[in-house]
């Protein structure tokens, strides 16, 4: 059934990928805090070194995608990240799970990009391809509730170890699903001369990046919203905590209940961008609503007066900023891109990300760790407000013809 339809295969595997993704987020972030006991400092470092294994690695995949295989990719990443989910469930020392971290971010690469260059060339219909990939966000979001209570459940039960182990052996399961459901009929690997092929699609990406208003547009607010959102998501959990969040046993029944009430509004949000992302100008339209929900969600969260006030803020930034920004992001520039640098270009989409958070995180970080919680996430907020005006004030993407050129 998946030969006829490859929308079918692609939308249950972000269903299993959000599913895993969300249980090892969920434990990890709870146990980094919990067991591990790590500074604020620490734990914005961990996301750093994640972030910089991802800046060297986001490129050299992207190219072997575009140049070998992308379905091939997709099912390393699985195998990779699998080993460093469940690696990380084995130890609470700082050091090792800094090292879990670029394991997991040299794994990421493997897959970010393949996947929209692997489902948009097997459809060849940019306007499904536009409905599938936001409608994949969604399913990854709705999956994920079944992630967290399954997690919560295993943690509660056992512990937050095995509730990150567990994770890390579904991630690599996934990865035999992509092996046996993905066809790839229309790409074309490279069988000759692949270093000069893979040089020339490395050229070729980068200057459609840089010649490309809208694409060099989406790269620079990505660099920008992401310098403040490392910050938000390696502390927000010790900001509750701080606020009064529970900190006890029963503290994973809490961030799983507000984990699912997240996901379950970024759901719904993303059902309806999918039934207009088609409209002309609407990825940068989306994409302002989603860095305005950052900004607010971001600024109570980092004054909230009690701990539910904290609660909603991270509900605003998390649970509908954060699932909005990255799907519209992924779809716009998807636009922009023919299939010979696809994943190259989303590729340089992550590096962007990248950059951003490794600047901003270790400084945020050092703010939060030598001032206060709040000033950290304060300047996350500002960050994000200049993403926003750097769309906004911008005439690219206003109006727009879904085409692209043969780079």
């Not at 294994?53 to 379905?71: H, N």
């Not at 004054?303 to 519209?328: E, K």
């Amino acid at each position: 059934m998946w030969e006829r339809d490859p929308a079918r295969a692609f939308l249950w595997w972000n269903a299993l990928w959000g599913a895993t993704f969300r249980a090892y987020g969920l434990a990890a972030l709870i146990y980094y805090v919990v067991e591990a006991d790590l500074e604020p400092l620490e734990l914005v470092l961990l996301g750093t070194a994640l972030e910089v294994s991802v800046l060297l690695a986001e490129i050299p995949t992207g190219v072997v995608a575009d140049t070998l295989s992308r379905k091939r990719s997709i099912v390393i990443s699985h195998a990779v990240t699998g080993v460093a989910f469940v690696l990380t469930g084995l130890t609470t020392d700082f050091v090792p799970l800094l090292l879990t971290q670029v394991m997991w971010g040299i794994g990421w690469t493997f897959t970010s990009g393949a996947d929209v260059a692997w489902i948009t060339d097997e459809l060849d219909d940019p306007a499904r391809t536009d409905r599938v990939l936001a409608a994949s966000a969604r399913w990854r979001l709705v999956a994920g509730v079944a992630g967290l209570l399954a997690s919560g459940l295993i943690a509660w039960v056992f512990s937050l170890s095995a509730a990150i182990v567990v994770a890390g052996i579904g991630m690599g399961a996934t990865g035999l699903f992509v092996a046996v459901a993905f066809t790839e009929h229309r790409f074309e690997p490279v069988t000759e001369h692949r270093l000069a092929e893979a040089t020339k699609i490395f050229r070729a990406g980068l200057a459609l990046s840089r010649g490309d208003s809208q694409i060099l547009l989406v790269l620079g607010a990505t660099v920008t919203l992401a310098s403040g959102a490392e910050a938000v998501d390696r502390l927000f959990n010790r900001r509750l905590v701080d606020l009064g969040f529970p900190d006890s046993a029963d503290t994973i029944v809490w961030f799983t209940l507000l984990g699912v009430a997240s996901v379950l509004a970024g759901a719904l949000a993303l059902r309806g961008i999918e039934a207009r992302v088609h409209e002309d100008g609407a990825p940068r339209r989306f994409y302002l609503y989603g860095a305005g929900l950052a900004v607010v969600g971001t600024l109570v969260l980092a004054w909230a007066p009690s701990v539910w006030v904290g609660v909603a803020g991270t509900f605003v930034v998390r649970g509908l900023g954060w699932s909005i920004i990255p799907a519209v992001a992924t779809i716009w520039v998807n636009r922009r891109t023919p299939s010979n640098v696809r994943a190259t270009v989303q590729s340089f989409l992550g590096q962007a990300e990248s950059v951003g958070e490794i600047t901003g995180g270790v400084l945020l970080g050092a703010v939060a760790q030598w001032t206060t919680l709040p000033l950290a996430l304060t300047g996350s907020a500002g960050l994000f407000l200049l993403a926003f005006a750097i769309i906004a004030r911008s005439r690219a993407g206003r109006v727009e013809h879904v085409t692209t050129a043969v780079v």
